[in-house]
């Protein structure tokens, strides 16, 4: 029963959009090849597979302008990742407040999830003003180091409704009946829910503690 997998549970709420500018249908449409397009203002060299090196360009924004210059990193592993683009365009499309929509975002582009939450919490730091009309969240730091440092674990919970679910009953926990509660409500989320406990115990535990 780990009080350090309720704190990371921020799940299965819009603000996890990432602010990558443009329009449906528009967001990382080369599949993240890297292509310029004559909209591009801003780029930036990244090693990608096999160390070919990839550019990863913004889409003629100020947001995605803002995210190559201040958030290189996390732009270039989001652009990099063709599910990014997609889990973009799925996220937008859903309904405000619809948070079965945005679940079922999670489930069928789960390797997008931790590189969009990320670059996330990059633009909220450093580009609050460019990435203004886009939901930003800034995550704490035992949240960060859980998506960092544990992404194939988040990814495949919050894949799963159950196991988001199991996540979003812990974080409203504040003793251990009732993690215990939240346990046995959700019994299908726990393959995956102990597996992020455990991740997040072993490699976030000075972040978490």
């Known amino acids: ?34 292509g310029a397009s004559e909209t591009t203002n801003a780029s930036s060299t990244t090693t990608g597979q096999g160390g070919a090196a990839a550019v990863c360009v913004d ?51 789960p390797a997008a999830i931790t590189k969009a939450v990320l670059l996330n919490d990059c633009a909220a730091a450093a580009c609050p003003v460019a990435c203004q009309d886009y939901p930003l969240l800034t995550l704490d730091g035992c949240e960060r180091c859980s998506y960092e440092r544990c992404e194939p674990t988040m990814n495949a919970c919050l894949a799963k409704p159950a196991c988001t679910a199991l996540l979003a009953c812990l974080g409203g926990c504040s003793s251990s009946s009732c993690q215990d509660q939240c346990y046995a409500e959700h019994p299908a989320a726990l393959p995956e829910g102990y597996a992020v406990g455990t991740c997040i115990q072993q490699q976030c535990g000075a972040e978490c503690g």
């Open 1 to 34: 029963m780990l009080v350090t997998v309720a704190r990371a549970a921020l799940l299965f709420v819009p603000i996890f959009l990432f602010a990558c500018g443009g329009s449906e249908g528009e967001l990382f449409d080369d599949g993240g090849s890297g």
């Open 59 to 109: 889409f003629g924004d100020a947001c995605t302008a803002c995210e190559v210059e201040a958030c290189e990193e996390s732009y270039c592993a989001c652009y990099g990742e063709a599910d990014c683009g997609l889990y973009a365009q799925c996220t937008f499309a859903c309904p405000d407040g619809d948070l079965d929509c945005y679940q079922g975002c999670n489930s069928q582009y």
